[in-house]
């Protein structure tokens, strides 16, 4: 049973990475490239990086309180 938490675990993490590095990439990279000269192209990858951000949130809500409530806290 141990295993299933560890994927559990890894599964949060891996989520987590996904949704910080989203938004450090719409915090970071959109603002300096909505000077370049496509800005239709940088609409496309982050509607992107929002898609996979709510896919980020839906794996992190259940394994999150799936792990708060496997180790009592």
Do not use: K, N
């Given at each position: 049973?141990?295993?299933?938490?560890?994927?559990?675990c890894w599964?949060?993490?891996?989520?987590?990475a996904?949704l910080?590095?989203?938004?450090?990439?719409?915090?970071?990279?959109?603002?300096?490239?909505?000077?370049?000269?496509?800005?239709e192209?940088l609409?496309?990858?982050?509607?992107?990086?929002?898609?996979?951000?709510?896919?980020?949130?839906?794996?992190?809500?259940?394994?999150g309180?799936?792990?708060?409530?496997?180790?009592?806290?």
């Open positions: 049973m141990g295993e299933v938490w560890l994927a559990v599964l949060h993490l891996l989520a987590m996904l910080v590095g989203g938004q450090l990439f719409r915090a970071a990279v959109v603002p300096v490239a909505r000077r370049a000269a496509d800005p192209r609409r496309a990858v982050a509607g992107r990086f929002g898609y996979w951000t709510v896919v980020a949130i839906v794996v992190l809500l259940p394994t309180a799936a792990m708060a409530s496997h180790y009592d806290r």
